[in-house]
Protein backbone atom coordinates (compact mmCIF):
# COMPACT_ATOMS: atom_id res chain seq x y z
CA UNK A 1 0.00 0.00 0.00
CA UNK A 2 1.20 3.11 -1.02
CA UNK A 3 0.71 6.60 0.92
CA UNK A 4 0.48 9.30 -0.83
CA UNK A 5 2.24 12.59 0.73
CA UNK A 6 0.27 15.70 2.06
CA UNK A 7 2.82 17.99 0.73
CA UNK A 8 4.59 16.62 -2.34
CA UNK A 9 6.47 18.24 -4.68
CA UNK A 10 8.37 16.35 -7.19
CA UNK A 11 11.56 16.75 -9.53
CA UNK A 12 12.18 14.22 -12.02
CA UNK A 13 15.79 12.75 -11.77
CA UNK A 14 16.07 14.02 -15.80
CA UNK A 15 16.30 17.15 -14.52
CA UNK A 16 18.75 16.95 -12.24
CA UNK A 17 22.29 17.31 -14.49
CA UNK A 18 25.84 18.17 -13.51
CA UNK A 19 24.86 21.94 -11.74
CA UNK A 20 22.81 22.49 -9.07
CA UNK A 21 19.19 22.91 -9.48
CA UNK A 22 17.64 25.13 -7.24
CA UNK A 23 13.49 24.86 -5.85
CA UNK A 24 12.15 27.00 -2.99
CA UNK A 25 8.50 25.55 -1.69
CA UNK A 26 6.11 26.15 0.74
CA UNK A 27 3.21 24.35 2.00
CA UNK A 28 -0.40 25.53 0.86
CA UNK A 29 -2.94 25.78 3.73
CA UNK A 30 -4.66 22.24 3.22
CA UNK A 31 -1.22 21.17 3.00
CA UNK A 32 -0.32 22.44 6.43
CA UNK A 33 -3.79 21.13 7.77
CA UNK A 34 -3.02 17.51 6.29
CA UNK A 35 0.25 17.70 7.92
CA UNK A 36 -0.51 19.05 11.46
CA UNK A 37 -2.79 16.14 11.56
CA UNK A 38 -0.07 13.40 10.20
CA UNK A 39 2.23 14.82 12.79
CA UNK A 40 -0.83 15.07 15.85
CA UNK A 41 0.14 19.27 15.91
CA UNK A 42 -2.63 21.62 16.88
CA UNK A 43 -1.40 23.71 13.57
CA UNK A 44 1.06 24.11 11.04
CA UNK A 45 1.41 27.80 10.42
CA UNK A 46 4.02 27.94 7.90
CA UNK A 47 6.52 25.07 6.15
CA UNK A 48 8.76 26.47 3.50
CA UNK A 49 12.02 25.87 2.05
CA UNK A 50 15.30 26.92 -0.41
CA UNK A 51 17.26 23.95 -1.65
CA UNK A 52 19.71 23.03 -3.95
CA UNK A 53 19.63 19.82 -5.73
CA UNK A 54 22.57 18.34 -7.42
CA UNK A 55 24.08 14.80 -8.53
CA UNK A 56 26.47 13.12 -5.92
CA UNK A 57 27.41 10.15 -8.01
CA UNK A 58 24.36 7.84 -7.95
CA UNK A 59 23.09 9.61 -5.05
CA UNK A 60 21.20 13.25 -5.37
CA UNK A 61 21.76 15.64 -2.85
CA UNK A 62 19.46 18.12 -1.50
CA UNK A 63 20.99 21.29 0.25
CA UNK A 64 19.61 24.38 2.20
CA UNK A 65 17.06 25.30 4.48
CA UNK A 66 13.55 24.60 6.08
CA UNK A 67 11.54 27.08 8.12
CA UNK A 68 8.60 26.58 9.90
CA UNK A 69 6.08 28.17 12.27
CA UNK A 70 3.82 25.21 14.23
CA UNK A 71 1.65 25.33 17.47
CA UNK A 72 2.34 22.52 19.75
CA UNK A 73 0.90 21.36 23.11
CA UNK A 74 2.34 21.64 26.02
CA UNK A 75 3.75 18.20 27.90
CA UNK A 76 2.38 19.04 30.96
CA UNK A 77 -0.85 21.30 30.31
CA UNK A 78 -1.65 20.80 27.41
CA UNK A 79 -1.91 24.25 26.41
CA UNK A 80 -0.71 25.78 22.91
CA UNK A 81 2.99 26.20 22.16
CA UNK A 82 4.24 28.70 19.72
CA UNK A 83 7.55 27.19 18.44
CA UNK A 84 9.01 28.83 15.17
CA UNK A 85 11.61 26.39 13.29
CA UNK A 86 14.77 27.15 11.50
CA UNK A 87 16.62 24.16 9.86
CA UNK A 88 19.35 23.52 8.06
CA UNK A 89 18.29 20.28 5.57
CA UNK A 90 21.12 17.48 3.82
CA UNK A 91 19.34 14.82 2.77
CA UNK A 92 21.22 11.99 -0.02
CA UNK A 93 18.23 10.39 -2.01
CA UNK A 94 19.38 6.87 -2.90
CA UNK A 95 17.63 4.59 -5.27
CA UNK A 96 15.36 2.19 -3.40
CA UNK A 97 16.85 -1.27 -2.65
CA UNK A 98 14.93 -3.80 -4.29
CA UNK A 99 14.61 -6.81 -1.02
CA UNK A 100 12.39 -9.87 -0.39
CA UNK A 101 9.94 -8.75 2.42
CA UNK A 102 11.26 -11.05 4.97
CA UNK A 103 14.93 -10.24 4.70
CA UNK A 104 16.42 -7.63 7.45
CA UNK A 105 17.50 -4.05 6.12
CA UNK A 106 20.95 -2.71 7.77
CA UNK A 107 21.68 1.34 7.55
CA UNK A 108 25.58 2.38 8.34
CA UNK A 109 25.16 5.57 10.04
CA UNK A 110 25.78 7.71 6.66
CA UNK A 111 22.48 6.64 5.61
CA UNK A 112 20.37 8.04 8.28
CA UNK A 113 19.94 11.24 6.73
CA UNK A 114 18.82 9.38 3.49
CA UNK A 115 15.82 9.06 1.56
CA UNK A 116 14.51 6.68 -1.13
CA UNK A 117 13.88 7.42 -4.32
CA UNK A 118 11.91 5.28 -7.61
CA UNK A 119 14.43 5.96 -9.90
CA UNK A 120 12.15 9.10 -11.54
CA UNK A 121 11.53 11.73 -8.92
CA UNK A 122 12.36 12.32 -5.82
CA UNK A 123 9.88 14.87 -3.32
CA UNK A 124 10.93 17.69 -1.86
CA UNK A 125 8.12 18.10 -0.14
CA UNK A 126 8.22 14.95 2.34
CA UNK A 127 12.35 15.80 2.66
CA UNK A 128 11.03 18.99 4.39
CA UNK A 129 8.09 17.23 6.13
CA UNK A 130 10.37 14.96 7.63
CA UNK A 131 12.91 17.93 8.42
CA UNK A 132 9.77 19.28 9.96
CA UNK A 133 9.03 16.28 12.03
CA UNK A 134 12.64 15.27 13.07
CA UNK A 135 13.46 18.95 14.29
CA UNK A 136 10.02 19.57 16.41
CA UNK A 137 10.40 19.84 20.13
CA UNK A 138 9.57 16.21 21.76
CA UNK A 139 8.98 17.69 24.99
CA UNK A 140 7.38 21.39 24.40
CA UNK A 141 6.86 23.11 27.54
CA UNK A 142 4.52 26.25 28.24
CA UNK A 143 4.85 29.45 29.91
CA UNK A 144 2.40 28.03 33.35
CA UNK A 145 4.05 24.24 32.85
CA UNK A 146 6.36 24.97 36.31
CA UNK A 147 3.40 26.80 38.15
CA UNK A 148 1.43 23.86 36.72
CA UNK A 149 4.13 21.27 38.42
CA UNK A 150 4.33 23.17 41.80
CA UNK A 151 0.37 23.34 42.24
CA UNK A 152 0.64 19.60 41.72
CA UNK A 153 3.25 19.21 44.26
CA UNK A 154 6.39 18.75 42.01
CA UNK A 155 8.45 20.83 43.62
CA UNK A 156 11.37 19.95 40.36
CA UNK A 157 11.70 17.84 37.99
CA UNK A 158 14.08 15.31 40.29
CA UNK A 159 11.05 14.25 41.79
CA UNK A 160 9.12 13.39 38.86
CA UNK A 161 11.67 10.90 37.81
CA UNK A 162 12.50 7.19 39.08
CA UNK A 163 15.58 8.32 41.12
CA UNK A 164 12.38 11.41 42.46
CA UNK A 165 11.03 8.34 43.69
CA UNK A 166 14.06 6.34 45.30
CA UNK A 167 14.99 9.54 47.06
CA UNK A 168 11.08 9.98 48.82
CA UNK A 169 12.07 6.02 49.42
CA UNK A 170 15.42 6.68 51.31
CA UNK A 171 13.42 9.52 53.24
CA UNK A 172 10.81 7.25 54.56
CA UNK A 173 13.60 4.39 55.49
CA UNK A 174 15.84 7.18 57.49
CA UNK A 175 12.81 8.49 59.43
CA UNK A 176 11.93 5.00 60.56
Known sequence: MVIEPE?????????????????????????????????ELPSIEKLEAKLAVRRDGEAILVEGG???????????TGDPVAAGIDEPM????????????DSEIE??????????????????????????LLALNP????????????????KDESEAGPFGALAALKDKLGKS
Open 7 to 39: FSRLIPLSEIGVGAVERQIRANTEELAALAKRF
Open 107 to 132: LETEDCDSMFHDGKTIDLGEAAAQSL
Open 66 to 76: MAASVTQSCVI
Open 139 to 154: FPRGPDAETFMKEAGV
Open 90 to 101: LIRFVREPEYAP
